[in-house]
Nanobody, 124 residues
Framework: QVQLAESGGGLVQAGGSLRLSCAAS????????MGWFRQAPGKEREFLVR????????RTSDSAKGRFTISRDNTKNTVYLQMDSLKPEDTAVYYC?????????????????WGQGTQVTVSS
C-alpha cells in the first residue's frame, strides 16, 4: 500500500498563497488518482480537487475553482496543491488521498489511502 505525507501548511495572511505537497512512498504514485480534501473544526471533510493518474484530467470543486490548482510529478512521487487568494474560511486541515479505483469520484469514502493532514490557517 502507499503511504502519504503532506507538508507545506502554515499561517498565511488573507490574500496570500501556499503550496502544499504530498509525498508518496511504498508504491508508485502513478498507480493512483489523487485528491485533496480539507476539514475544518465541526465540519465534514470537503472535496477540493482531484487529478488523474497521468495528470491530464483534473476536477475542481466550486469552492476551489479559480484559486486552487492540483498538479503532480510522478517522477518525484509527489502531488501538489497550489492555493492562491486565500481566505480566512480556507482555514482547515488539508489532506491528500489516493484512489486506486477506475471510476472517478469525489467522495472521501472512495479514497483508500490518506495522509495525516497539514494545518492551514489564514488570518484576516
Amino acid at each position: 500500500q502507499v503511504q502519504l505525507a503532506e507538508s507545506g501548511g502554515g499561517l498565511v495572511q488573507a490574500g496570500g498563497s501556499l503550496r502544499l505537497s504530498c509525498a508518496a512512498s511504498g508504491r508508485t504514485l502513478s498507480e493512483y488518482a489523487m485528491g485533496w480534501f480539507r476539514q475544518a473544526p465541526g465540519k465534514e471533510r470537503e472535496f477540493l480537487v482531484r487529478i488523474s493518474r497521468s495528470g491530464s484530467i483534473t476536477r475542481t470543486s466550486d469552492s476551489a475553482k479559480g484559486r486552487f490548482t492540483i498538479s503532480r510529478d510522478n517522477t518525484k512521487n509527489t502531488v501538489y496543491l497550489q492555493m492562491d487568494s486565500l481566505k480566512p474560511e480556507d482555514t482547515a486541515v488539508y489532506y491528500c488521498a489516493a484512489d486506486r479505483g477506475t471510476v472517478p469520484t469525489t467522495l472521501p469514502q472512495r479514497f483508500e489511502y490518506w495522509g495525516q493532514g497539514t494545518q492551514v490557517t489564514v488570518s484576516s
